[in-house]
């Protein structure tokens, strides 16, 4: 919806009549993809995040990921790693302080993690009892997108503190 403000307002401007709807529309998409770019690589959106960490309504998106990964029965699962027994298996404290068995034979990490004792992640597999089989491995929050209660020690980031 703003963007097609900003198209009719840049459009009614003294000179924006000259311009086509695909140059002003292409032009503006371009300036905040590079605005975002340089924001993120400045770092700027991990202190907007720290910012707002306060906030009701961000607290309550905090709150919503954890509740959508904290459903091991539909094959989500998400917490830290306490311990690695072997290349294939590890143990994991959920965000209730349940101790899962983690098993990874055949599962794909992605961006480039590999099992670490303190690391927050999210898994997609399957629950069996106290186990889950883990299909996928993913940081907790996205690949430099450290989020609220960063703990600068360790990779992954996340909201979850010991």
């Known amino acids: 919806m ?3 403000l900003a198209l009719v307002d840049f ?5 924006g009549y000259r311009y086509s709807w695909l140059k002003i529309g292409l032009s503006l998409t371009v300036v ?3 605005v975002g770019f340089l ?3 400045w770092g700027l959106s991990q202190r907007l995040d720290s910012a707002f960490s306060a906030s009701p309504a ?3 998106r905090s709150m919503y990921m954890i509740q959508v990964w904290q459903n091991p029965d539909n094959g989500l699962l998400a917490g830290k790693i306490v311990a690695i027994q072997d290349n294939n298996n590890f143990s994991l404290r959920d965000f209730d302080g349940k101790i899962w068995s983690i098993e990874t034979s055949g599962t794909i990490w992605r961006h ?3 099992p670490e004792v303190g690391l927050q992640i999210k898994i997609i597999g399957s629950a069996k ?5 883990a299909q996928e491995v993913r ?3 996205g690949p430099g997108n450290c989020g609220m209660m960063q703990e600068e020690s360790v990779r992954g980031c996340g909201m979850m503190q010991q």
């Open 32 to 34: 905040v993809l590079l």
């Open 39 to 41: 924001v993120n690589y």
């Open 58 to 60: 961000y607290q309550n």
């Open 112 to 114: 480039g993690l590999a």
């Open 129 to 133: 009892g106290d186990s889950f089989i």
């Open 139 to 141: 940081p907790w929050m």
């Open 2 to 4: 703003g963007a097609v």
């Open 11 to 15: 459009r009614a401007t003294g000179r």
